[in-house]
């Protein structure tokens, strides 16, 4: 029994050993999927400076007030879609001849906005410039369901690590034997594209246009394989 322990040992151990002595190649694999967009979300900021601050505070909340009214009754943007991100009132200086001078009391409110229309965008943003005082800004484009393309960009990324190694273990005089590990690095962004349509409505020829490009979505992956002789 004993002897035949120890030739089971020395068999793993030449299994063991002969694994660790094969090559192997570890390759980064990444792919990018481009698709359109079909939503906006965007901030509005109104922002007032007078004497006092309750009429900074009053004057800044009906100004996001029209913009809210705006939003929901002529464009149908729901409640969820419009969420208050920043709210401040204090004391504006300025600097003359050395000395600090009280100019008023400023106030500044910004909501985001997530508008599901996105052709309606044009039309929006010329319907809130129309409130004087109004600001928007950081406007991106996205996708509400990504899903299709996520998986493409993963199965792409997968196939390019495939790829990449095979070309390795070639030029190294090696065949590409087994993936050992296959690890996630995923980075999913949505930058705008070059590719440019315009958005405005086609009843009016002077509605303000807005451009957008198309976004992607991205995957990177860490694969290990074999390399044979």
Known sequence: MRKLFIILFAILLASCASTDNIPTVSVTGSASVSMLPDMLSFTVTASRTVETTEEARSTVSMMINSAVEILQNEYAVDDDDI????????????????????????????????????????????????????????????KENKSLETMKARSFAVQDAHDK????????????????????????????ANRMYAMEAASASDAMSYYVGDISISDSVTAVYELLK
């Open 83 to 142: 969420v208050t991100a920043y709210v401040s009132v204090s004391p504006e200086y300025s600097w003359k001849d050395g000395e600090s001078i009280l100019l008023g009391q400023r106030a500044v409110q910004s909501v985001d906005v997530t508008l599901h229309d996105i052709d309606a965008a044009g039309k929006v943003f010329q319907s809130l410039s129309s409130i004087d005082g109004i600001g928007i800004s950081s406007i991106t484009a996205d």
């Open 165 to 192: 190694a095979a070309v390795y273990a070639n030029a190294a005089g090696y065949v590409l034997g087994d993936l050992v590990s296959l690890s996630d690095d995923t980075v999913s962004a949505v930058p705008y």
